[in-house]
């Protein structure tokens, strides 16, 4: 691989210092619209017993940018860090009917021979590595390092209406070799003078708008949208936690996870960490995931807490009553800097998956759907932040998830506290306290795990 890491580094390296960003002045707005892909495979099963099956669904964020003049759909990932998109000679059968970039048509296009392979932990795309000039909704990058897929695996990229992935972690969780330039987190954010500006803000939306955008999911970059937040102070912030202890380099953004909780009731322990050194588990915020992943040994727990769950064999996935009611917070933080975000029951979602190496957990679309995130940059050399504000009014969440749903005729969960976790934490006695996630057709679901690189493949 040497000679082709040479290689792209002679080629690339005016790159770094050459990307250049500035303004289109046409743009309309700061907000990129964002269009929530339903894929509706509308299966409706009913089971042995009380729990039903039905309308598996799952989703994607996808966001329109610009690739050498090109307006392509692209998944909104933060759990990758490379940008791609598929050309014309794509002959895989998912590039089948999608949007794909034209190379020949482009004149900004430089293309090189260095090769581009890329995992996910379902899929994987190969191609080669080019630079382009990209547009991400107001701001124009020129040279930026992209890489063009000619083969692409796994990703149903043409049920999600995507013609690629547009990667938001840092460098390096990157597959393309972080020599040959930035990526493209660093050019959107770095052209920001003030340092306090270099973030970008998501709201990902419940409106299935298929093919057109979301009101209710937006995405901006070194501001905020005045329609879910006039400015930084409602927001938790913590610092995301490095790629390995006791460095200052980051891959992913990740966060400590102290406890999940069941009607305010954690009532099982967290199992203990598998990245070395860390004192919590890890959660690793992905918008490129669909479901909310985690240790096996503790979604069991959890299901079993929450009853009316079973296992089914054959996925190796957990299903719940549909009507089954209850609430569920992620507990996110630090020691002394807890805060408990609660899980509209409609989102559902929690499945085991042992295969997340670089945390524990992976909180996917269906954690992401009950906040409004702010994903920052470090300031004076401090640590990047990850700003969350809890969207989610749990009242209002369990009335209409009663309503469509009907009551819950389960037996109550069985829930027998940890305690000491919990009682350490202030402001867990929240109000409202009611619902559990109660779906269905995670089983399908949770199969559509795009976002998140496996990085087995890795060195550092
Ligand atoms: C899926 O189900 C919904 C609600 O039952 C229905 O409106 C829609 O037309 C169905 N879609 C397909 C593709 O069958
Ligand atoms: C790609 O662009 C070239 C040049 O503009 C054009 O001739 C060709 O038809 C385009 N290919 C496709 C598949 O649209
Ligand atoms: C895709 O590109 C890679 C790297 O250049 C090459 O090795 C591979 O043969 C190409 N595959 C197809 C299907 O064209
Ligand atoms: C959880 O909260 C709901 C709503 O308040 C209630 O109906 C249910 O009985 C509670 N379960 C337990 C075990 O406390
Ligand atoms: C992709 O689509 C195929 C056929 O539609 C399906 O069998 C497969 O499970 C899907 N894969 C994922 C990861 O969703």
């Not at 669904?57 to 329109?64: E, G, K, S």
């Not at 390995?244 to 069941?262: E, N, Q, R, S």
């Amino acid at each position: 691989m040497l000679p082709h890491l040479l290689q792209i580094i002679f080629l690339l390296s005016a790159v770094c210092a050459a990307s250049v960003l500035g303004s289109v002045t046409t743009s309309p707005g700061i907000r990129i619209p964002v269009t929530r892909v339903f894929k509706g495979t509308n299966t409706t099963q009913v089971l042995a017993g009380d729990v039903g099956v039905s309308n598996a669904q799952d989703y994607a964020y996808v966001v329109h940018i610009g690739i050498g003049g090109q307006s392509l759909p692209v998944l909104l990932d933060t759990g990758s860090a490379d940008l791609w998109v598929a050309t014309d000679d794509c002959t895989s059968p998912e590039c089948q009917g999608l949007a794909k970039y034209n190379k020949s048509s482009s004149t900004t296009l430089q293309q090189s021979t260095t090769p581009f392979k890329l995992g996910y932990l379902v899929g994987s795309v190969t191609g080669t590595l080019a630079t382009e000039t990209v547009t991400v909704g107001q701001y124009q990058i020129h040279d930026q390092v992209i890489a063009l897929a000619n083969h692409s695996d796994g990703l149903n990229l043409s049920s999600m209406a995507a013609s690629g992935i547009l990667g938001l972690s840092f460098g390096l969780a990157s597959s393309i070799p972080q020599e040959t330039g930035h990526t493209i987190l660093d050019n959107l954010l770095l052209q920001f003078p003030e340092p306090s500006r270099r973030y970008f803000a998501f709201k990902l939306g419940r409106q299935n708008s298929r093919f057109q955008t979301d009101p209710t999911s937006s995405f901006t970059i070194g501001e905020l949208d005045p329609d879910f937040a006039k400015d930084l102070n409602g927001f938790t912030f913590w610092d995301v936690v490095p790629s390995a202890t006791m460095t200052k380099t980051y891959d992913y953004w990740k966060l400590p996870l102290v406890g999940l909780t069941i009607n305010s009731t954690q009532a099982f322990q967290l199992s203990a960490s598998k990245v070395a050194g860390s004192p919590t588990p890890i959660a690793v915020l992905d918008t490129g995931t669909t479901l909310v992943l985690g240790p096996r040994k503790d979604v069991e727990a959890f299901w079993n807490a929450v009853g009316s769950a079973r296992l089914d064999p054959l996925s190796g996935m957990w299903q719940v009553r549909c009507d089954r009611a209850g609430m569920v917070e992620f507990v996110l933080g630090n020691k002394g800097k807890e805060k408990a975000i609660p899980i509209n029951p409609v989102d559902g979602g929690i499945q085991p998956n042992d295969d997340v190496h670089s945390g524990d957990w992976l909180l996917g679309d269906v954690f992401l759907r009950n906040v409004y995130a702010v994903h920052q940059l470090g300031i004076d050399g401090g640590a990047p932040r990850i700003g969350l504000m809890s969207t989610t009014v749990m009242e209002d969440a369990l009335t209409s998830f009663r309503t469509a749903r009907g009551p819950d005729k389960g037996p109550p969960p069985t829930l027998r506290p940890v305690g000491s976790a919990i009682s350490e934490r202030g402001g867990i006695s929240e109000p409202a306290v009611y619902s559990i996630s109660g779906f269905s057709g995670f089983f399908i679901g949770a199969l559509l795990v795009i976002g998140f690189r496996i990085r087995r493949d890795r060195k550092a």
